[in-house]
């Protein structure tokens, strides 16, 4: 019937167009593209910009695991003492595992027995963005990237001096980056 049973399937690699300005020789700006896969362009270096509302569902359904999608782009909470970085006392960065954006540093990192990532203040304070939530019937405050809006968890005002605030992160939202000594 002319069709070829015996072809492999095509896969198609999803792509982006990245644009960046480079400075040429005599001061003046061009611009140079290339094409990447999403992956490529979640590793861009932070300073970067994308415009993440433009990412869709299935972008990041593909580009996160099935916790991290959950987590990050539904609003979902990982059980407690189950989070990878829970008992983490390395020193580095805590990054937004959507967007890459700096969240917290590890000396703001302590031990609150909640059973998640608990920190009593951001990095950058602009990169983390507090809204009122009241679901569960409950009156909250969610903590989200500021960069891509993935929620992180929530902040509460029992957490230790100087700022008494208790970050509450889930470790899905996360990604940790080691100081190199």
Wanted: glycine share 6%; aromatic share 8%.
């Amino acid at each position: 019937s002319g069709v070829n049973n015996n072809r492999k399937p095509i896969t198609m690699l999803r792509s982006v167009f990245i644009s960046r300005q480079v400075p040429t020789q005599n001061s003046r700006v061009h611009r140079s593209s290339r094409i990447a896969s999403i992956d490529q362009v979640s590793r861009r270096p932070y300073s970067e910009k994308k415009d993440w509302k433009k990412v869709t569902d299935e972008e990041w359904q593909q580009k996160l695991t099935p916790q991290q999608y959950n987590v990050t782009r539904q609003a979902g909470t990982e059980m407690a003492w189950t989070g990878s970085l829970v008992d983490n006392k390395r020193t580095g960065t805590y990054k937004c595992v959507c967007c890459d954006t700096p969240l917290f540093d590890s000396n703001t990192k302590y031990e609150s027995g909640s059973g998640w990532p608990s920190f009593y203040e951001p990095k950058v304070k602009g990169n983390v963005l507090e809204e009122s939530d009241v679901s569960y019937g409950m009156v909250r405050t969610e903590v989200k990237c500021n960069e891509c809006h993935s929620h992180l968890g929530h902040v509460f005002k029992d957490g230790p001096k100087p700022t008494g605030l208790r970050y509450c992160i889930n470790s899905a939202s996360l990604k940790f980056d080691e100081e190199k000594s």
